[in-house]
């Protein structure tokens, strides 16, 4: 079983910087990622890293200002927001997929455990 807790978040002003954290418990992860989700909307992705090739993989609106990144001794993943927009507000979830599950990285239903999510507000 996979446990996500999140933390980080909260206010900026536009142009600046929020580093989003998750500590990851459990095995059999394959992708670790990390979500928005606008009010009234599903869930779209933002960032995944693979664990089995270790490589990140963005979404274009966040390619050059988002990075995500694991310490793989503290279970922990992180995403680094720089460069923040107000369009960037939304609550972001962490999120896990374990060996098995196949589909694109950004597609939330294949992705069986999710953190508690974390406001970011850009304004």
């Known amino acids: 079983h996979v446990q996500l807790v999140e933390s980080g978040g909260g206010s900026v002003q536009p142009g600046g910087s929020l580093t989003l954290a998750c500590e990851v418990s459990g095995g059999g992860v394959e992708y670790i990622a990390w979500f928005r989700q606008p009010p009234g909307e599903g869930r779209k992705g933002v960032a995944s890293w693979n664990l089995e090739d270790e490589e990140p993989y963005y979404a274009d609106p966040v390619k050059g200002r988002f990075t995500i990144s694991r310490d793989n001794v503290k279970n922990m993943l992180y995403l680094q927001m720089d460069s923040l927009k107000p369009e960037d507000t939304d609550m972001y979830y962490c999120?896990?997929?374990?060996?098995?599950?196949?589909?694109?990285?950004?597609?939330?239903?294949?992705?069986?455990?999710w953190g508690q999510g974390t406001q970011v507000t850009v304004s």
């Open positions: 999120a896990a997929r374990t060996v098995g599950y196949g589909g694109f990285w950004w597609i939330p239903a294949t992705y069986a455990y």
